[in-house]
């Protein structure tokens, strides 16, 4: 099984980095195989709205979504995602790689096709952030419902952290 997790901090020894090969490590104690990914590090280039996936399934821009990142989303069976609260969301590194998976949602919903792994996929979200504010995580935990949604993961649970 593997388990892959995506580390939004531009920082590398951040909180989140922290936060996440902690829980890789913890998933690699109970038999996963796992594979973190500092999305910082990788080139992503940001949607741009070329339409193509919409008309034909997929995504033209070559970049190491291409490369890599679209194979290993659809290999795993467990999709972390680990960013810091940058205004209210994930960070714009981790938002670049979500919105490239708009190929996934039309894959599902224009062209109807059906994911194999679509009923065992399970998402999980980790988030840090340095106030404390009671809406701190609802932009992030909305952007996160969809983006599970569209690479078909089910939400499963979040571990979010104030203050730090
Ligand atoms: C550009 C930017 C925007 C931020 N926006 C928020 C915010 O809206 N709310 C908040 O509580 N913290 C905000 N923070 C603070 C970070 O979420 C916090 O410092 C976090 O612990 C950083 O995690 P990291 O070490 O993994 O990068 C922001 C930080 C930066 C650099």
């Known amino acids: 099984m593997l388990v892959l997790g ?4 531009p920082r590398k020894k951040g909180n989140t980095h922290f936060l ?5 490590r913890a998933a ?3 038999g996963a195989q796992t594979q973190l990914i500092e999305v910082a590090k990788q080139n992503i280039v940001p949607c741009k709205e070329l339409i193509v996936c919409e008309k034909k399934g997929y995504c033209p821009i070559d970049d190491d979504m ?6 290993l989303l659809r290999q795993a069976e467990v999709v972390v995602l680990g960013t810091p ?8 590194q981790m938002k670049a790689l ?15 096709l059906k994911d194999p792994a679509r009923k065992m996929r399970r998402g999980f979200l980790l988030s840090v952030a340095a106030t404390k504010g009671k809406n701190l995580f609802e932009g992030l935990e909305l ?3 969809y983006f599970f949604d569209a690479i078909d993961a ?5 571990l979010t952290y104030r203050e730090i």
């Not at 089910?154 to 979040?158: A, I, N, T």
Request: proline share 0%; with cysteine; glycine share 4%.
């Open 6 to 9: 995506f580390q939004g901090s």
């Open 20 to 24: 996440l090969s902690n829980f890789m």
């Open 28 to 30: 690699e104690k109970l």
């Open 66 to 71: 291409k490369h890599e990142i679209y194979a």
């Open 85 to 92: 609260i940058f205004f209210y969301n994930m960070t714009a």
């Open 98 to 112: 979500v919105d490239r998976c708009q190929t996934f949602w039309a894959r599902k919903y224009i062209f109807k």
């Open 143 to 145: 952007t996160t419902k």
């Open 154 to 158: 089910s939400f499963d649970g979040s």
